[in-house]
């Protein structure tokens, strides 16, 4: 039952996009247009790059998936989707899980696309650990995600949602962020302990999101 | 009908006038009688208004949480008013802890701001809070709101150790953290007296603001309801 919501909704979101493109579109441009301009305003050159990439790659992807996380129910409130979905059989937190995974799958997407933009654009080493990087801004995505689908579901319904959604997510965002821009650093630096830490910490508080957001979420959609 | 704009009732009124005497009291002592601190000299004072009302902010929004998983418990709309109201006057107590916390900066490190790990967090909830009553300005049904506030209330109040433990590390991995904190030896009792007594007087004050924040948000409420209902009778 759970496996079997969560897979028609994902899959759901996943045809829509696939048909419409309007959302991935949308991010992907915004994310390359992000590191271009942060090129052209900061002075990006050896060193200060390697200092300042960690932490501008991920603020990129944070403000990129906020513009996908923000209308994330905007399509479930078109034909009241929201409403059918809530009165059928379907427990309540496994429609949260659905929309996150979308939701998650498209950060995620996003993020190895404009890896390689990152590592062309900012003169970082070659020989990165990558893959552990790419761990990590997974790992940021899933509580960026989580609160994201949450607080989604909120503004959604909400006058001025585009101004509002933004002042929700952010500071409640602050660990999440300093986590994984220190830990893309960490990794960057070559400091394996200090990396493993923050991702100690982003793990944990992935899971507090994760259990309150599902401990929440029936509140939010009951009517 | 009762007027909804009743008078204060007997708590309000009595914790009112007992806060005004205690803070009245509290900054005596804290000016003038309590001893100052030999290195730090008089510019200490202020920790006085800064450490109570830090503990205030705390209070209420832990009084924010309790209340919003009350309200989401038995929807009892009064539990909201309760948040709500708290959340209004913990607001102010939050500036003022961030404010007194800057002036104590300028004296102590020479500059407005730094990016002490507890000052950060103190601002990081700042924020939360703000945006909290500002959702709850936006919506406009009572049963909504409350459900919507609650579950900020919840989140923001779950976040709060997170965000201090990543600004801590994230501070100290930095740099030596020696500079930035005031190193705190063994507080004397002659400081630490008046500063308990003050944290009494901000809570017994924080306690009179939440009772009068929530009489009047009642009256709002039963305001807007007369208001429709007039409406509704007009026929319009």
Redesign the interface.
């Known amino acids: 039952m759970w496996l079997s919501v969560i897979w028609a909704l994902f899959r759901k979101d996943a045809l829509l996009e696939l048909r419409r493109r309007e959302t991935l579109l949308a991010m992907g441009a915004f994310g390359v247009l992000s590191m271009l301009l942060y090129n052209f305003a900061l002075p990006l050159d050896g060193d200060r790059a390697r200092d300042l990439a960690p932490g501008l790659l991920w603020v990129s992807v944070t403000f990129t998936a906020m513009l996908g996380l923000g209308k994330a129910f905007a399509v479930e409130k078109q034909n009241d989707v929201m409403d059918a979905l809530v009165m059928s059989p379907a427990p309540k937190a496994a429609i949260f899980l659905g929309k996150l995974a979308s939701n998650f799958v498209f950060i995620a997407v996003i993020e190895l696309f404009l890896i390689p933009l990152f590592a062309a654009f900012f003169p970082v080493q070659g020989n990165a650990p990558w893959g552990a990087m790419i761990g990590t801004l997974f790992l940021g995505s899933l509580g960026l995600a989580t ?1 994201g689908t ?2 989604s579901s ?1 503004t959604v319904a ?3 949602r585009e101004v ?1 959604f933004p ?2 997510l952010l ?2 965002m ?2 999440v962020i ?2 994984t821009s ?1 830990a893309l650093a960490a990794f960057l630096n070559g400091e394996t302990t ?1 990396a493993g ?2 991702l100690r ?1 982003l793990g ?2 992935d899971l ?2 994760m259990v ?2 599902l401990w ?1 979420f029936e ?2 959609v ?2 | 009908m009762t007027s909804p704009l009743a008078k204060a009732g007997p708590w309000e009124r009595w914790l009112g006038i007992v806060a005004l005497v205690m803070v009245v009291a509290g900054v005596y002592w804290g000016l003038f009688v309590s001893p100052v601190d030999l290195y730090q000299g008089e510019p200490m004072r202020i920790l006085f208004v800064h450490v109570p009302s830090a503990w205030v902010s705390f209070l209420a929004f832990f009084v924010i949480f309790v209340a919003s998983i009350k309200y ?1 418990r038995t929807r009892d709309l009064k539990y909201d008013t309760i948040a709500h109201a708290a959340a209004g006057s913990g607001l102010i107590f939050t500036g003022l802890t961030l404010a007194s916390g800057s002036i104590w900066g300028k004296y102590a490190w020479g500059v407005w701001w730094t990016w002490d790990a507890r000052l950060t967090t103190v601002a ?1 909830l700042f ?2 809070y703000a ?1 909290y009553l ?2 709850r300005g ?2 406009d049904e009572d ?2 709101r409350a ?2 506030g ?3 209330g ?3 109040f ?2 709060v150790p ?2 201090h ?3 801590y ?2 501070r100290t ?1 930095h740099q030596p953290a020696s500079i930035l904190r005031p190193d705190s030896p063994r507080m004397a009792p002659e400081l630490m007296i008046p500063l308990l007594f003050n944290t009494a007087a901000f809570i017994v004050l924080f306690a009179h603001l939440v009772i009068a924040r929530r009489r009047v948000i009642e009256a709002e409420r039963s305001f807007t309801r007369a208001q429709q209902e007039q409406l509704h009778e007009s026929g319009v």
Do not use: C, H, N
Request: proline share 3%; no cysteine.
């Open positions: 609160i949450l607080f909120i909400m006058r001025a509002i002042l929700v500071p409640l602050v660990p300093i986590a220190q200090a830490a923050w910490m944990v508080a507090i999101f309150a957001s929440v509140f939010l009951e009517d | 989401l990081v924020l939360i945006v500002l959702v936006l919506i049963a909504k459900r919507y609650a579950v900020l919840i989140i923001g779950l976040d997170i965000i433990f990543s600004v590390w994230w991995l």
